[in-house]
């Protein structure tokens, strides 16, 4: 089994439309939970990062973590056509010495 | 498949000292690799376009003379930070790309921890 799954995509939507993201993860030694958009021959960005369980907004994203389900998730409000690109969750040990990334779903906003 | 893996995972050294990481695709063959640093909660940052056979690209603002990198084969690609100081303490991370048919995607390393005392 993967330490992380993430399903590759790639995901279509209209502008405006509400996506949402998906890892799940196996190993309990993760404790820091990011999500990265990275843009064609672009390096990741960071977009969110937070530790604990529950949600976490800024602006129109959502980064949800449940621990007890080792599932985190990630929700674009009233998508736009810049939105798309590939979103990568990665997750940081406790020791801050090893990042582990998903595979990246391709998002598609279509206008 | 498509593993990436770095090594070493974290490393403490010297001012003055240099230190060199190795990235490694295990199951693939990658014709480019890439390198970042990322500082805490901050974006990865991209260093330089490794290509196999060929000089690394760098970006702008990174001295390539401090930050060598050589990808002497498909599956592996150094990066050296020669006389190193504290303000180089920071994550650094690899990528490989991995082209297969129509899918074109680049699988990380797990990153390693710099500490320059």
């Known amino acids: 089994q993967k330490e992380v799954e993430q399903d590759p995509g790639p995901l279509s939507v209209p502008e405006g439309a509400i996506v949402s993201l998906n890892c799940t993860y196996s190993?309990?030694?993760?404790?820091?939970f990011m999500w990265y958009r990275q843009y064609s021959r672009k390096g990741p960005e960071l977009l969110m990062y937070?530790?604990?369980?529950g949600n976490k907004e800024d602006g129109r994203f959502t980064a949800q973590v449940d621990k007890s389900s080792k599932y985190i998730s990630l929700f674009i409000r009233d998508s736009q056509p810049s939105d798309s690109a590939t979103y990568l969750c990665?997750?940081?040990?406790?020791?801050?010495?090893?990042?582990?990334f998903g595979g990246g779903t391709r998002l598609m906003v279509k206008p | 498949g498509a593993v990436v893996s770095q090594h070493p995972s974290w490393v403490i050294c010297k001012s003055g000292t240099s230190v060199k990481i190795e990235c490694r695709s295990l199951?693939?063959?990658?014709?480019?690799m890439f390198w970042y640093r990322q500082f805490p909660k901050q974006s990865l940052m991209l260093m330089a376009t490794?290509?196999?056979?060929?000089?690394?690209?760098?970006e702008q603002g990174v001295e390539k003379d401090k930050f060598l990198i050589n990808h002497a084969s498909l599956t592996l690609s150094t990066l050296t930070v020669t006389s190193a100081h504290p303000e180089d303490s920071s994550f650094y991370i690899c990528?490989?790309?991995?082209?297969?048919?129509?899918?074109?995607?680049?699988?990380f390393g797990p990153g390693t921890r710099l500490t320059v005392l």
């Open positions: 990665a997750f940081l040990n406790n020791a801050g010495n090893m990042l582990t």
């Open positions: 199951d693939f063959q990658a014709t480019t």
């Open positions: 490794s290509n196999e056979g060929s000089k690394a690209t760098y």
């Open positions: 937070t530790y604990s369980s």
């Open positions: 190993n309990s030694a993760f404790q820091y």
């Open positions: 990528s490989a790309r991995s082209q297969r048919g129509a899918t074109d995607t680049q699988y």
